[in-house]
């Protein structure tokens, strides 16, 4: 076919959608992209559009729990707008800027689409620049020049993309430090949860569990929103390249798809269910790995002697290679769908190659055709290949973070905690009928336990094994708020809202202390900044604790680093240096739980002296050493999860007969300690 007056063969009549038609009326398809067989063979792109919507409205939103397909694209659906709910508003503004790049990205992927189908109408009509006057400056002063208009046509697609390539790489830089900023704000805020939970809450799961949701969890919350904002982002951009084609024939990009419906749709359920599955099996692995990496270096001495090694070392290899099973299986079904596409992309270009051949005017009318086929495969099949994994990945970070969520949800019901200062304590502690049952208990850890602690007085707290003093002292610290009954302080009752006015009256040694790989300086002043250190104040609460010439004697003094929980240190040592941290705040109540018991008996004689002659300190001490017992003012004792006696050493010893038993069975121990020494070859 041939113009008038230049001689050049004319396409038929008609315009693409995008540059239009200079003649009246509406277009009319025209053979280079629209005619016969070759027209109906671009419609098999629409495989790569179905699978996708296929995927975001069937079957990629099931529910870890195996539900059908509709309520499983529902519950996934509701699992991600709950985790916007547990955003900060400052983390959701940063969510909007997510969602402004996504779009931007959207954006340059059209205009990528539509300049390639610009591109090929030049490359078959160069005299189709006079349907679009907007253009034309470009191409001036040869637009009327084919060879020009498609060399300079060439020209400013490439410019194009390679801008395009440029901020592609931008908004994705900048995706990702949004990303990174949001999800280490969850992880802080999890920390806080952590913080916030009382200690009934804490002692449920392990310290490895906590570590890994902060770390790998938390920051997965914004990952199952972010995968859902970028599959519909990737969803858009096919959608945008399926539209060139559905322009010219929609009829055959509707059939097409729904015939690849079927065998992509089994294909993504197969691997739906089998992943969620993966992922909440990864979430224990990784668990009880960590697990065991604490057990083996938390228990170093225990697992040398007993020549338990191996079978740490066991449990830490058999998880990380089922870790290891997981991953590959994963990546395997996560090749499943892509190898589907590329499939179903490879037999629709045999297809439009073969159908192009019986045509009115053979592969010449199926250029355009397989061009713009070529450039929608080559950008929509991984565009769908990353929303089916962006939808992976959304299924497995729902089902690993629901625990995180909850935690984040009882977070935000917890008021905001500002400064406090310390909760006024002139006159007494009162125990008005107490009691307390541990979560998962069949019978109370303590029961109806009535007593007061005048300030200034020291209260020993004794009993066998498991009759709940911990417990009792637990309640004291107002770390457990009680079942039944009341705390007062100076005729007030303790609140949940109190609680942590009331602990700034209070030092604590535990039994087996916490210490820091750090100086000694650090670990007596626990948590505060260097500049906040007082050192003539850590030398005075040292010396209160008998540690002061330990401490001298190490090489660097304060400055010395004592190893990991304290382990170039004896256990002795260890206790002294606690009890000098509990006494760095100079607080009004001190408690010991079983502190002075890694002692030996003389030096937990001066320092039980010393701490006694502390004026104006109220001493809880709970202990088994009726020695140290008979130095407090008071002595409750319990039996049976119950106080059964309250009163001072000489009291207690005419009027209760378990406080009796308790002192004639250590004054049994402490005579059998003494005839050891007696022994032969043994000094004293």
Request: with cysteine; aromatic share 6%.
């Amino acid at each position: 076919m041939t113009s008038a007056g230049g001689g050049r063969r004319r396409p038929r009549e008609g315009r693409s959608p995008l540059l239009g038609d200079p003649s009246s009326g509406p277009p009319e398809p025209r053979s280079g992209l629209g005619d016969g067989l070759a027209s109906r063979s671009i419609s098999y792109p629409a495989c790569i559009i179905m699978v996708l919507m296929a995927k975001s409205s069937w079957r990629g939103r099931a529910s870890a729990s195996g539900v059908s397909p509709a309520i499983g694209s529902l519950g996934l659906a509701r699992a991600v707008f709950r985790r916007v709910r547990v955003l900060t508003p400052w983390e959701r503004r940063r969510g909007v800027w997510l969602l402004v790049l996504a779009a931007a990205m959207t954006g340059l992927e059209w205009l990528g689409g539509a300049s390639v189908f610009v591109f090929i109408e030049l490359l078959s009509r160069p005299d189709a620049m006079t349907a679009a006057p907007a253009l034309s400056p470009l191409l001036a002063p040869d637009a009327t020049d084919p060879g020009s208009a498609r060399a300079i046509a060439l020209g400013l697609m490439g410019a194009f993309h390679l801008g395009r390539i440029g901020v592609l790489l931008g908004l994705g830089r900048a995706r990702k430090r949004l990303r990174g900023s949001i999800g280490h704000s969850l992880s802080g805020r999890l920390v806080d949860a952590h913080l916030a939970v009382p200690l009934s809450s804490h002692t449920r799961r392990s310290s490895a569990e906590r570590a890994r949701d902060i770390s790998v969890y938390a920051p997965a919350i914004w990952g199952a929103i972010d995968s859902a904002v970028y599959a519909g982002t990737e969803a858009l951009v096919v959608l945008g390249l399926l539209s060139l084609l559905a322009a010219i024939r929609p009829l055959d990009v509707l059939l097409a798809g729904l015939l690849l419906f079927a065998l992509v749709a089994s294909t993504l359920r197969l691997t739906r269910r089998v992943a969620t599955e993966h992922a909440l099996r990864s979430r224990q692995v990784e668990a009880l790995s960590l697990s065991a990496l604490q057990q083996l270096y938390g228990a170093w001495r225990e697992v040398k002697v007993l020549g338990r090694e191996r079978f740490f070392r066991d449990r830490f290899v058999s998880g990380r290679q089922d870790a290891l099973a997981l991953q590959v299986h994963d990546e395997t079904l996560n090749q499943v769908p892509r190898s589907v596409l590329e499939a179903a992309f490879v037999l629709g270009a045999c297809a439009l190659a073969l159908f192009s051949m019986g045509g009115r005017d053979g592969v010449a009318t199926a250029f355009p055709a397989l061009g713009l086929y070529a450039y929608t495969g080559f950008r929509a099949v991984p565009a769908v290949e990353r929303v089916l994994r962006y939808l992976s990945e959304m299924r497995r970070d729902v089902a690993v973070t629901e625990t995180v969520v909850r935690e984040l949800e009882e977070l935000a019901r917890i008021p905001a905690e500002g400064p406090v200062t310390r909760l006024p304590f002139a006159d007494r502690i009162t125990l008005e009928g107490v009691g307390f049952t541990h979560e998962g208990a069949a019978t109370p850890a303590l029961r109806d336990v009535s007593l007061e602690v005048p300030r200034g007085t020291s209260l020993a707290i004794v009993g066998r094994t498991g009759v709940g003093k911990s417990t009792l002292l637990d309640l004291l610290l107002g770390l457990l708020a009680p079942g039944e009954g009341q705390i007062r302080i100076d005729g007030v009752a303790l609140q949940s809202s109190s609680l942590r006015a009331w602990r700034l009256n209070i030092g604590y040694v535990p039994q087996t202390a916490f210490l820091l790989d750090d100086t000694v300086r650090r670990n007596v002043a626990f948590g505060l900044p260097d500049a906040e250190i007082d050192d003539a104040r850590v030398h005075r609460v040292l010396d209160l604790a008998k540690a002061h010439d330990f401490v001298a004697a190490l090489p660097e003094g304060l400055d010395a680093t004592i190893g990991e929980r304290g382990g170039r240190l004896s256990g002795g040592e260890r206790q002294r240096l606690a009890i000098a941290r509990a006494l760095y705040r100079d607080p009004d109540v001190l408690c010991f739980d079983e502190a002075t018991a890694a002692l030996d008996p003389a030096t937990e004689r001066d320092l039980a002296e010393a701490i006694r002659h502390l004026a104006g300190r109220t001493l809880l001490i709970v202990t088994h050493r009726m020695t140290t017992a008979q130095r407090c003012d008071r002595i409750a004792v319990l039996s049976a999860s119950r106080l059964v006696a309250w009163g001072s050493w000489d009291d207690l010893l005419a009027t209760s007969a378990e406080f009796r038993e308790l002192a004639a069975e250590a004054d049994r121990a402490a005579q059998g300690e003494k005839e050891v020494k007696t022994l032969p070859g043994i000094t004293t």
